[in-house]
């Protein structure tokens, strides 16, 4: 049974891969009879998009799993390694759009049409508003994949605006300025290159367990204060496993209580923290004397 995170999550890549497959097909057809090299570039970034989509929907079922015997800590790492894929889709999107740019630029073709402006204008609004939806989901859900899901949005809205400018220079400038479109198009390929970087470095510092939730570590400090018998929090490491974080957490108890007393307030202060803070999945926690 899916998760409610799960869920949301799901929804918002099923609505990137829909929306990426429209936006492939008008934006080739658009540079194939427009005569525009940009637009064709675009869509080659569209149709990768898809891909990766379908690869991110993967990771998310599979990232989800409960734990098992061989996988006592669930399956949570999935989802970082399926970024990494993603980020590759994007470095070949980008490698292929700038090689393909750099043989148009030796080689001028004719100028775009002038209604190719008219297709990008709605598209790049599209894929803003795609990635604010994409990103809001994926920060509700805690999801790297689904992050990196929706920096494909804004990676293709760029790679958009980039081909509006080329294509109104080569059409304002005319003759001599056909090859404006197509270094439109390898500056895409540089921004793409870009967040393909910013991408991959979270889900990188996600795979090496970077301590990177200092808000986080403070809430689980705060909300485990509330529990009767803990008296304080020393050692607190956090780290994320798919949507959720699971947390190693030294409480100190009184030292002149006995065994089965600590034991009890340890499991209290389980139950609060993965009550009061949903997005943990897994609590470990050690007792330590106050002394």
């Known amino acids: ?13 099923y609505f990137s891969i829909i929306g990426n497959a429209t936006l492939a097909i008008i934006k080739v057809l658009a540079g194939i009879f ?32 409960p734990a098992d015997k ?21 470095i ?38 795609s990635f604010r939806l994409v990103m809001k989901k994926a920060n509700d859900t805690n999801s790297s994949s689904l992050k990196a899901d929706a920096w494909h949005h804004r990676s293709d809205a760029i790679t958009s605006i980039a081909a509006f ?6 059409l304002y400038f005319g003759k001599g300025y056909e090859t404006a479109d197509d270094w439109a198009a390898l500056f895409a390929s540089g921004f793409i290159l870009y967040n393909s970087y910013l991408i991959f470095r979270p889900a990188l510092g996600e795979i090496m367990d970077e301590h990177l939730y200092d808000d986080l570590v403070e809430e689980i400090r705060k ?10 929090t020393e050692k607190c490491y956090v780290r994320k496993a798919g ?19 600590g034991h009890i307030i340890a499991h209290r202060l389980k139950d609060t923290l993965l009550q009061e803070i949903p997005q943990l ?5 050690h007792i330590e004397p106050n002394e």
């Open 1 to 13: 049974m899916a998760t409610p995170h799960e869920q949301i999550a799901i929804k918002a890549t």
């Open 223 to 232: 909300v485990s204060l509330t529990v009767e018998g803990v008296v304080g």
């Open 243 to 261: 949507m959720l974080f699971q947390v190693d957490l030294h409480a100190t108890v009184l030292a002149d209580i006995t065994v089965k007393r």
């Open 92 to 129: 070949t999107s980008a490698t292929v759009i700038a090689y393909e740019s750099i043989i148009n630029i030796r080689n001028p073709h004719p100028l775009p049409k002038v209604w190719t402006l008219f297709v990008l204008a709605p598209l790049i609004v599209w894929k803003e508003i």
């Open 34 to 65: 427009g005569n525009s090299y940009a637009l064709i570039a675009d869509a080659i970034e569209s149709t990768t998009d898809i891909f990766s989509s379908f690869l991110v929907l993967f990771g998310l079922k599979y990232a989800n799993r």
């Open 281 to 285: 999945g897994y609590v470990l926690i």
């Open 70 to 90: 061989n996988h006592p800590y669930g399956h949570g790492r999935a989802e970082p390694l399926i970024t990494f894929l993603v980020v590759g889709f994007l």
């Open 165 to 170: 400018v080329g294509i109104s220079i080569a």
